[in-house]
Nanobody
Framework: QVQVAESGGGLVQAGGSLRLSCIVSGLTFDDNAMGWFRQAPGKEREGVTCISWSGESIYYSDSVKGRFTISRDKATNTVYLQMNSLKPEDTAMYYC????????????????????WGQGTQVTVSP
């Protein structure tokens, strides 16, 4: 059974930083692209960033490019999201998921490809 567990969220002032972690089990980590998605209240879930299974290809949404960095650690089956220069509009529940062989930031595709979704971790950025 695939399990995904996100952590690291919290309350931070605008301009601050947070580092999210996502531990995955129950699948072959090295075979999977990993993605971070987020959902703000009243809004649809959206793709934030994705890293390919090899780590060689990385994609960011325009809204976070230059501020967020995704990375993966094969030794611990963990994906990280370093978030710098946070803005109030980054406030959302953040989810990670394993996407199989291909990256996507398009949520409808992620719904079809994702092995499992975690409970998410809340990020709140105050003005």
């Amino acid at each position: 059974q695939v399990q995904v567990a996100e952590s690291g969220g919290g309350l931070v002032q605008a301009g601050g930083s947070l580092r999210l972690s996502c531990i995955v089990s129950g699948l072959t980590f090295d075979d999977n692209a990993m993605g971070w998605f987020r959902q703000a209240p009243g809004k649809e879930r959206e793709g934030v960033t994705c890293i390919s299974w090899s780590g060689e290809s990385i994609y960011y949404s325009d809204s976070v490019k230059g501020r967020f960095t995704i990375s993966r650690d094969k030794a611990t089956n963990t994906v990280y999201l370093q978030m710098n220069s946070l803005k109030p509009e980054d406030t959302a529940m953040y989810y990670c998921t394993a996407l199989g062989s291909l990256c996507t930031l398009y949520y409808p595709h992620a719904l079809k490809w994702a092995a499992s979704w975690g409970q998410g971790t809340q990020v709140t950025v105050s003005p």
